[in-house]
């Protein structure tokens, strides 16, 4: 490349070129002067990254120092499968590779998460003077491989304060969270 992907200067002695390391576009130091850690690409300092790339790389990793760590913990749900009428308790958690999602009780599922389709997260109200409405659940759907059509799964955050339901409501804010992530990051 001659020139600079964002503003069309022309790389010569005095402005010389760069490349984001997560996009790999040529920049020239002005288009391309942001370091920022780049885990996702196994970079350990921080490394120059596009204005574009950088403002995903920071969200990833916000999402790694915090998020990531609530959803391997994993959190206590009331589970229904497709159209069944019956719930399920079971801890759902993410599985150590970050490939899985385990759903734990007196059964178990495994769900690959590049199987998910959707993600929706279930609310309920907005509190007195304003403010956010209140994660319930989470809606899902996924195929499952070998098999036609897709699978609904319904996550409801269980009542009972003895079974922790602010962990589960942080659990689906950072499950959609990773929604977001996964579906930006295809987007790019």
Same mark, same amino acid.
């Given at each position: 490349?001659?020139r600079?992907?964002?503003?069309d200067?022309?790389?010569? =002695?005095?402005?010389?070129?760069?490349h984001?390391?997560?996009?790999?576009?040529? /920049?020239?130091?002005?288009?391309?002067?942001?370091?920022?850690? *780049?885990?996702?690409?196994?970079?350990?300092?921080?490394?120059?990254?596009?204005?574009?790339?950088?403002?995903?790389?920071?969200?990833?990793?916000? /999402?790694y120092?915090?998020?990531?760590?609530? *959803? @391997?913990?994993?959190?206590? /749900? !009331?589970?229904? =499968? #497709?159209?069944?009428?019956?719930?399920?308790? +079971?801890?759902?958690? *993410?599985?150590?590779?970050?490939?899985? !999602?385990?759903?734990?009780?007196?059964?178990?599922?495994?769900?690959?998460?590049?199987?998910?389709?959707?993600?929706?997260l !279930?609310?309920?109200? =907005?509190?007195?003077? #304003? #403010?956010?409405?209140?994660?319930? #659940? +989470?809606?899902?759907?996924?195929?499952?491989?070998?098999?036609?059509?897709?699978?609904? !799964?319904? *996550?409801?955050?269980?009542?009972?304060?003895?079974?922790?339901?602010?962990?589960a409501?942080?659990?689906?804010?950072? +499950?959609?969270?990773?929604?977001?992530? @996964?579906?930006?990051?295809?987007?790019?």
């Amino acid at each position: 490349c001659r020139r600079c992907m964002q503003c069309d200067a022309k790389f010569d =002695f005095l402005t010389r070129k760069h490349h984001c390391r997560r996009c790999g576009k040529c /920049f020239c130091d002005r288009c391309c002067s942001q370091k920022v850690p *780049l885990r996702r690409m196994c970079f350990v300092d921080p490394v120059r990254q596009c204005a574009e790339c950088a403002l995903v790389s920071l969200k990833e990793a916000e /999402f790694y120092d915090k998020q990531l760590k609530v *959803l @391997l913990s994993g959190a206590t /749900f !009331l589970v229904t =499968f #497709g159209n069944s009428e019956k719930p399920e308790t +079971m801890i759902c958690r *993410l599985s150590n590779n970050q490939r899985y !999602l385990f759903l734990d009780g007196d059964s178990h599922y495994e769900i690959e998460i590049v199987h998910i389709s959707t993600v929706q997260l !279930l609310t309920e109200g =907005f509190p007195p003077g #304003g #403010g956010n409405a209140r994660a319930t #659940g +989470m809606f899902l759907q996924y195929t499952v491989p070998e098999t036609e059509g897709v699978t609904q !799964l319904k *996550l409801t955050a269980v009542e009972d304060a003895n079974v922790g339901r602010r962990q589960a409501v942080a659990w689906l804010v950072a +499950m959609h969270k990773a929604a977001k992530l @996964l579906y930006e990051s295809r987007d790019q």
